[in-house]
């Protein structure tokens, strides 16, 4: 066939299709785009893609000023499809038009950094908290989880001085975990399981777990190297996220405590290994584990009290809120003397997208990377017309789905399972949809057929299609790893649990949140990415969602704190970490729940994203002692009997003469308001600590109130000086202008002192309801 038969197709959509783009575009010379196409839009009449890509180029317009600008660079199939090319802006914007193409984008100079989150994080090398903490040198954070894999390079100790003596813990051998296991980064090793062979009645089958502190299922790994891992070069995933990987807090020690088995974790090996935590001197307990469902009471939960008693002994406990969101009054980790940490965004994707038969593009996530699918597009169906819309296992139906794509819904299963169900059933791709549950919360999982996954808008779009098409196809496209601004970041994980409290309504959680979805960092070698049975794949590293991921990086952010201040209680590094952080995403607009597509609010984010090097210089902290602690549990009702569980002896009855008056007095950093018919005036009291360098430093405060709230502080000013390092203020919430008819069920608001350098900032939630607490 003659070129120029080949050209003219894209000549006459020029011609007729870009007559403002002609007379608007931008004269700016040329550079190298990346152009994503659709694999499965290349027209019969090319014999390859190479061909294809080449005629686009040669049907652009030549620019009068470069004539030469237009030059084809490279061509892709494996881990994008697409090419890359020398282009003027005048000609990317005729490009974007063409049927197929998917997006443009210019070729950045990139440097080598982490798997994303310490760049996100604003962390570096040569500023702000990494140099200024040394890197949380000879800081020892616990990690209590599934154990750990030793040989990855996460945990090589060549740049590590020898272990702190002051350590006591010991490494645990055996057949499987050498004493070579152990080393200058790995310091302790020990595995807890007795609670587990007692719920079993049998011993540990060692065909099945190690009974070692080896990890066999990958989230101890996973944990422990994102907390503390050292730097590793060329990390990735299947060639996704690839970069330089390294935990928060680089020169830490870690020391393991396996505690969590196939069934879960039970409370007495939680509690051991708590115990034997403290004993052994760690400076931090990271703990990605908690309880399913509501929060039990804090003298029911075992991570509560075991965090109190490590409070005691000036341990930072951080944990995990949970993933049961985005229902409201699922967080759980929520005692106030733990820092608990929910799940966002960061600014780097893995686009995937859902191509249907007539035309339209669904952006979805995905990891997979085996063969593609063909080049044209597969007949699409509904796991629901099939037998199962969740898609299980053996439950749809192979006459229905044999070379097809399914669309499964999300929910029930695990996610990667759906697909293998799809390839056992004889199906050869899958579009996993959310439901209105998880909104538009996409996670990229490592898929064992070609897959992704689309949000609850796209989903619905898709099934429709299926309903009212005669004969609906579909394609897959996997674009790679993108980092961008656009969609912002970061975002609230529908995932995440959040509050409103479920225990105490005057103490806000979650506390935080951090970087925990779609998290590259460190693998166990027992099992596959999936962590299902049906994955032979191994991998150094896996990305992977959770507030499971979320937790180490406050850990480690944690580490560096105690470092940088060996002297601060862990109240004080929750309270720097607290009013620091930020509720503005990259585009400046305020922070978004993925679950509603809304802006996100304290009940659900806390006091926001943290924000390391700020956290570096708070200015004020909220400080608590135990003690405090102790008069909070009164103040909710808590007989000598109950509070005898957290300080571990009898008490006498007077213990509770110091009460709070309102467990709102605790002095916490942020500020929960609930308002009922009774009572429409709520005081709170607080005392703020001078940390920073002027020790005359004068804050003013600057109240964002909610609407139809009147908010008081007093005194409005705080002057400090060498005798007076801690000043005390009373805050006033009032409901005003609705003549008590109550407030708005969730608002939120925040106060700020500032001395013109420090921004000390503490978020206000109030709950406001027109009859009793009892019927929110």
């Given amino acids: 066939m003659a070129i120029s038969s080949v050209i003219c197709p894209f000549l006459f959509f020029f011609l007729f299709l870009t007559p403002t783009i002609l007379s608007s575009a931008p004269s700016d010379g040329p550079q190298t785009f990346i152009i994503y196409v659709s694999r499965s839009h290349k027209p019969a009449l090319f014999s390859s893609h190479d061909d294809w890509y080449s005629s686009i180029i040669q049907s652009l317009p030549p620019s009068p000023d470069h004539p030469h600008s237009s030059k084809l660079l490279y061509t892709y199939s494996k881990a994008i499809n697409g090419f890359s090319a020398h282009l003027t802006p005048l000609q990317t914007e005729i490009l974007r038009q063409y049927p197929g193409i998917l997006s443009v984008i210019p070729d950045r100079p990139r440097h080598l950094h982490t798997t994303r989150t310490p760049h996100f994080l604003g962390l570096s090398d040569s500023f702000g908290i990494w140099p200024n903490s040394k890197y949380a040198d000879d800081v020892i954070i616990g990690v209590l989880d599934t154990g750990i894999w030793p040989e990855r390079h996460s945990f090589s100790d060549s740049t590590l001085?020898?272990?702190?003596?002051?350590?006591?813990?010991?490494?645990?051998?055996?057949?499987?975990?050498?004493?070579?296991?152990?080393?200058?980064?790995?310091?302790?090793?020990?595995?807890?399981?007795?609670?587990?062979?007692?719920?079993?009645?049998?011993?540990?089958?060692?065909?099945?777990?190690?009974?070692?502190?080896?990890?066999?299922?990958?989230?101890?790994?996973?944990?422990?190297?994102?907390?503390?891992?050292?730097?590793?070069?060329?990390?990735?995933?299947?060639?996704?996220?690839?970069?330089?990987?390294?935990?928060?807090?680089?020169?830490?020690?870690?020391?393991?405590?396996?505690?969590?088995?196939?069934?879960?974790?039970?409370?007495s090996d939680i509690l051991a290994a708590m115990d034997q935590a403290i004993a052994d001197g760690v400076d931090?307990?990271?703990?990605?584990?908690?309880?399913?469902?509501?929060?039990?009471?804090?003298?029911?939960?075992?991570?509560?009290?075991?965090?109190?008693?490590?409070?005691?002994?000036?341990?930072?406990?951080?944990c995990s809120a949970g993933n049961s969101g985005p229902g409201p009054f699922t967080a759980t980790n929520i005692a106030p003397w733990i820092l608990t940490v929910g799940a966002s965004t960061i600014d780097r994707e893995f686009p995937a997208d859902a191509i249907l038969g007539d035309g339209r593009i669904f952006g979805g996530v995905s990891l997979y990377a085996g063969e593609s699918l063909p080049d044209f597009k597969l007949h699409l169906v509904y796991g629901g017309d099939c037998g199962d819309r969740f898609c299980y296992m053996g439950r749809l139906e192979p006459s229905k789905v044999q070379g097809k794509i399914v669309v499964c819904d999300r929910g029930g299963n695990a996610r990667v399972e759906k697909g293998a169900a799809v390839k056992l059933a004889g199906g050869l791709g899958m579009i996993l949809a959310n439901t209105d549950e998880s909104g538009e919360e996409l996670i990229a999982d490592s898929h064992l057929i070609p897959a992704t996954m689309v949000g609850a808008i796209a989903g619905d779009k898709i099934r429709e299609y299926i309903k009212l098409s005669q004969y609906p196809t579909a394609t897959i496209v996997f674009r790679g790893t993108v980092i961008s601004p656009s969609p912002p970041a970061p975002k609230v994980a529908a995932f995440s649990s959040r509050g409103p409290n479920s225990l105490t309504a005057e103490i806000l959680k979650p506390d935080v949140i951090a970087p925990g979805v779609n998290i590259l960092a460190a693998w166990t070698g027992s099992t596959g990415p999936t962590d299902l049975e049906i994955d032979p794949r191994r991998v150094d590293f896996n990305i992977i969602s959770g507030t499971s991921m979320s937790c180490p990086h406050v850990s480690g952010l944690a580490a560096l704190l105690r470092k940088a201040y060996p002297d601060w209680s862990p109240a004080a590094i929750k309270s720097a970490l607290m009013t620091t952080a930020y509720n503005l995403d990259n585009s400046g607009e305020n922070i978004k729940d993925l679950a509603s597509g809304e802006e996100s609010t304290p009940f659900i984010h806390g006091a926001g994203h943290v924000d390391p090097n700020r956290a570096l210089n708070p200015g004020l902290v909220y400080d608590i002692d135990v003690s405090e602690y102790v008069a909070f549990l009164c103040s909710i009702g808590y007989d000598v009997k109950r509070i005898s569980v957290f300080v571990r002896e009898p008490v006498s009855s007077d213990i509770c003469t110091r009460a709070l008056a309102t467990p709102g007095n605790l002095n916490y950093p942020s500020f929960s308001v609930v308002f009922n018919s009774n009572n429409d005036v709520v005081k709170y009291k607080r005392v703020v600590k001078n940390v920073g360098s002027s020790v005359d430093a004068v804050y003013e405060v600057k109240v964002n109130a909610p609407p139809n709230v009147a908010i008081n502080v007093w005194p409005s000013k705080l002057a400090f000086s060498a005798e007076k390092k801690a000043l005390a203020y009373e805050i006033t919430f009032s409901i005003v202008g609705l003549d008590g008819l109550g407030v708005s069920p969730q608002q939120s608001g925040s106060i700020e002192w500032s001395d013109g350098v420090h921004l000390v900032r503490s978020p206000i939630a109030v709950r406001g309801i027109q009859g009793s607490v009892s019927s929110m």
């Avoid at 011993?203 to 730097?231: C, F, N, Q, V, Y």
């Avoid at 307990?285 to 490590?310: K, M, T, W």
């Fill in 161 to 267: 001085s020898d272990v702190p003596r002051r350590f006591k813990g010991i490494c645990e051998t055996s057949k499987d975990f050498p004493a070579s296991a152990c080393n200058k980064k790995i310091i302790g090793a020990r595995a807890f399981y007795r609670g587990y062979e007692s719920y079993m009645e049998r011993p540990i089958d060692e065909t099945d777990e190690s009974k070692s502190p080896r990890d066999t299922e990958g989230h101890g790994t996973h944990t422990a190297s994102t907390a503390a891992g050292s730097l590793v070069s060329n990390a990735s995933l299947f060639d996704y996220a690839r970069g330089e990987a390294r935990g928060m807090a680089v020169k830490a020690r870690i020391a393991v405590y396996k505690i969590c088995w196939s069934p879960g974790c039970f409370d």
């Fill in 284 to 318: 931090v307990i990271s703990l990605s584990v908690g309880a399913s469902g509501y929060a039990p009471q804090y003298d029911q939960d075992s991570i509560a009290i075991g965090s109190f008693g490590a409070a005691q002994h000036g341990v930072v406990v951080s």
